[in-house]
Nanobody, 125 residues
Framework: QLQLVESGGGLVRPGGSLSLSCAAS????????VAWFRQAPGKEREGVSC????????NYADSVKGRFTISRDNGKNTVYLQLNSLKPEDTAVYYC??????????????????WGQGTQVTVSS
């Protein structure tokens, strides 16, 4: 059974950093593009970043470019999201999602069929 488990969320001050992890199991990990999404209270879910199967291409939302970095280790079946220079508006539940053979040209959620349960990121002084 395909499973994604996020970890690494927490409370951080503005300007701080966090590192999120998404551990995958139950499927051939390197057949899937993997993305991070986030959803703040009262707001729509937003695509944050995506990485292709081999890790050679990435895509970022304009709101996080230059501050967040996505990476993956196929040997460990894990995708990472490094969050730097965090702002209060980055506060949200962060989810990872997998899309079969997705090339990351789009951050629309419809392209991703499997989702984790989410991890809370709170940026506050």
């Amino acid at each position: 059974q395909l499973q994604l488990v996020e970890s690494g969320g927490g409370l951080v001050r503005p300007g701080g950093s966090l590192s999120l992890s998404c551990a995958a199991s139950g499927f051939t990990f390197d057949n899937y593009g993997v993305a991070w999404f986030r959803q703040a209270p009262g707001k729509e879910r937003e695509g944050v970043s995506c990485i292709t199967r081999s890790g050679d291409n990435t895509n970022y939302a304009d709101s996080v470019k230059g501050r967040f970095t996505i990476s993956r280790d196929n040997g460990k079946n894990t995708v990472y999201l490094q969050l730097n220079s965090l702002k209060p508006e980055d506060t949200a539940v962060y989810y990872c999602a997998a899309g079969y053979r997705h090339t990351c040209y789009s951050l629309q959620s419809a392209y991703f069929g499997s989702w984790g349960q989410g991890t809370q990121v709170t940026v506050s002084s």
